[in-house]
């Protein structure tokens, strides 16, 4: 298990190199996490994570994270969940904190991020997505799903931005950015 760095090591890492570091990291899951599997499973804590070869939507984010700056967010989201509870969404009848699936759900990862004033406006224009952004969107059955901005554009409209993320099939890299209604643009810095 790697060791988590400490807020002062992140603040050397955190350099306008940032987001090519952290889309990198998730597109080297691509062919590596071919499933989607949301099943609840125990996980060590901290640095816990399911099988490499499958997840959730969350999971691309929360290895990249790791990946790209060995920043663990099961801890960190866990750590402000355990300070500040009545914050986040209590949509699955929680009383108390989870380590094995707090970090893992995709309404407390933007409320985190939004308290670590990472969020700016969702938009219409493409050009306001930079690589290595966070975007919540809402699918049909009216599931919540968040992806990296890539670094890579559409072939059928150059400004947009592909995401990479894990919607059914495994982590890929798809044009799917306005297909899904956002809900959350986040711009996470690890700081």
Not at 152 to 159: K, V
Request: hydrophobic fraction near 40%; aromatic fraction near 8%.
């Amino acid at each position: 298990m790697a060791k988590i760095a400490t807020p002062e090591a992140m603040a050397k890492i955190a350099t306008p190199e940032w987001p090519g570091r952290l889309v990198n990291a998730a597109r080297e899951q691509i062919g590596v996490t071919t499933l989607y599997d949301p099943t609840y499973v125990r996980l060590a804590y901290p640095g816990g994570d399911v099988a490499q070869d499958r997840g959730v939507c969350t999971d691309v984010v929360i290895r990249a994270y790791r990946r790209a700056f060995r920043l663990d967010l099961q801890k960190l989201v866990h750590e402000d969940m355990a300070a500040n509870f009545a914050a986040y969404p209590k949509a699955w009848g929680m009383k108390s904190t989870d380590t094995n699936i707090d970090h893992r759900r995709v309404p407390n990862l933007a409320v985190f991020l939004a308290r670590r004033g990472a969020a700016v406006p969702v938009s219409d224009d493409p050009a306001d997505y930079q690589p290595g952004d966070l975007v919540t969107q809402i699918l049909p059955g009216n599931l919540t799903h968040i992806a990296i901005v890539s670094s890579n554009r559409s072939t059928e409209a150059p400004e947009r931005p592909l995401v990479i993320h894990n919607i059914g099939q495994g982590a890929r890299e798809e044009d799917t950015l306005y297909v899904f209604r956002r809900t959350g643009h986040f711009r996470f810095a690890p700081t």
